[in-house]
């Protein structure tokens, strides 16, 4: 088998970068885009008063879908009216005889629909804004996920179909498209990627976990989703997108098809462009309502939970048409 390039070979000596743009201490990266006027122009997208939750079921019975090596949350009651009765003295006694339920879970802060701090992803032992990898070390002192918490995400947001747009419930394993093809969808559907819009790409993958097993979906585990290409980078970078949003676990194929490298455009959009990625975001219904009356523009708004030094953090973002 022949050895994959280093990602410094594939991007090039020369990519595209947003390093200092923000200045020397920034954490948000693209998000510096999203002002108040970004988010004036979000709201002026609602038309109808329609609210969408975009989040994944969490401890949903067959499991949750998350990238291979990370587990489903695991809830558990360690309080409810069983703790009560015969016997059970240690159960909490309040004025009044008041009962309640209480439970713990163990998670993956990426283990749902969910952000990537920018500092998640590196190589060359530099993460985002050029921060020394070593400050990833016990948790992420810079370029975590509290900065995007803390501002959150509110702008315009428009959704590309590619499931749709290629006629196909889902994408298949391994499918790829790239900028041509999302602003083809995008001229079909009648909408314009605009600058500064946060972009959420439909593949239909996420619907397919739910319609298969856990055993086909991760057999030759292959998402489909955006390759990298140097042209793509620039038309991010020139198109100044703060937030990617996808249906799928990584936002782009898993292994980029043409050098076998892993999650390439992690690299360069995320670690180089300072791109907020989101995935595992729930987008059938949404796409169902877009459909019906040819609107695919709308206000989102987002805001990860605020874990401190975290490498990412669940969230359920709202749509409103």
């Not at 947003?18 to 997208?45: F, H, Q």
């Not at 159960?91 to 749902?112: M, N, R």
């Not at 747009?165 to 391994?174: A, F, P, S, T, V």
């Amino acid at each position: 088998m022949t050895e994959a390039p280093s990602m410094r070979e594939v991007l090039g000596e020369d990519a595209p970068n947003n390093w200092g743009k923000w200045g020397p201490d920034d954490e948000l990266g693209c998000l510096n885009y999203l002002d108040s006027s970004e988010v004036l122009r979000g709201i002026g997208e609602v038309k109808t008063g329609e609210v969408f939750t975009l989040q994944t079921q969490m401890g949903h019975p067959k499991g949750d879908p998350v990238f291979p090596g990370r587990k489903s949350m695991e809830r558990e009651n360690v309080l409810d009216e069983s703790s009560w009765g015969p016997g059970k003295d240690d159960a909490p006694q309040f004025p009044g005889g008041v009962h309640y339920a209480d439970d713990v879970a163990k998670i993956f802060l990426q283990g749902s629909s969910q952000y990537d701090a920018l500092g998640h992803v590196w190589y060359d032992g530099k993460i985002w804004n050029g921060y020394d990898a070593k400050t990833t070390i016990g948790g992420l002192s810079k370029a975590s996920i509290l900065p995007i918490a803390e501002k959150g995400v509110v702008g315009r947001g428009v959704l590309i179909d590619m499931a749709r747009h290629r006629g196909k419930e889902h994408l298949d394993k391994g499918e790829t498209f790239d900028h041509n093809d999302l602003l083809a969808a995008a001229e079909k559907q009648g909408v314009t990627i605009e600058r500064h819009d946060i972009l959420l790409i439909r593949t239909g993958f996420l619907g397919y976990w739910y319609k298969t097993t856990p055993e086909e979906f991760y057999d030759d585990f292959n998402e489909p989703g955006l390759t990298y290409s140097r042209e793509l980078v620039e038309w991010f970078q020139q198109t100044e997108i703060p937030n990617l949003v996808t249906d799928t676990i990584a936002n782009e194929v898993t292994k980029d098809p043409e050098t076998g490298v892993m999650l390439p455009l992690h690299c360069a959009l995320m670690r180089n462009l300072g791109v907020a990625l989101s995935e595992v975001i729930w987008l059938d219904d949404l796409a169902e309502a877009c459909a019906r009356d040819n609107r695919w523009s709308f206000l989102y708004a987002a805001a990860p939970l605020k874990v401190v030094e975290g490498t990412g953090a669940p969230v359920n973002p709202i749509v409103i048409r």
